[in-house]
């Protein structure tokens, strides 16, 4: 009688080690499971911001492509002017379509002794274009110059 509960003992033993082992199997896995799911998102966001940048960074050179064409044009004329984003970049398969307005606009301003500025122009380029979410968006840059600048 005495050998046989031991035998039973032992065998209680190795099933509830057993049910540990499973146990701790299963915590294992679940911890894995959220650490993976963590990582996941955490990837996906960083793509996200990876891609809102690029975007950001592309609406900037384009607003700087055209500054830099309004502003190296020998004579400045009031009014405005809205072209497609192809014709001045001219890439027919670009992935950003958008259009940009270029506002030139005379200045009234006035130098410290209170004289007025002659042939100062304000010139304000606007590029639109349509988000993620289809809606028409906006960025703009704007600057000063003297309207002589590039005269011989």
């Not at 890439?91 to 006035?110: N, Q």
Request: glycine residues 6%.
């Amino acid at each position: 009688l005495k050998t046989h509960r031991t035998n039973f003992n032992q065998q209680a033993g190795r099933n509830i080690r057993s049910g540990y082992v499973l146990m701790e199997c299963i915590i294992a896995f679940g911890l894995f499971a959220a650490v993976a799911v963590s990582l996941v998102e955490a990837l996906h966001m960083t793509s996200q911001t990876a891609s809102t940048i690029r975007d950001e960074m592309r609406i900037e050179q384009i607003l700087r492509s055209a500054m830099t064409n309004a502003l190296s044009q020998p004579n400045l004329e009031e009014g405005s002017e809205t072209i497609d984003l192809t014709e001045l970049t001219g890439d027919e398969e670009s992935d950003f379509p958008g259009e940009i307005e270029t506002i030139i606009e005379p200045l009234e301003l006035e130098n410290e002794d209170g004289q007025l500025l002659q042939n100062m122009y304000s010139i304000k380029v606007i590029f639109y274009w349509r988000g993620a979410d289809g809606e028409w968006q906006q960025q703009s840059a704007e600057t000063w110059r003297y309207a002589n600048l590039y005269r011989p």
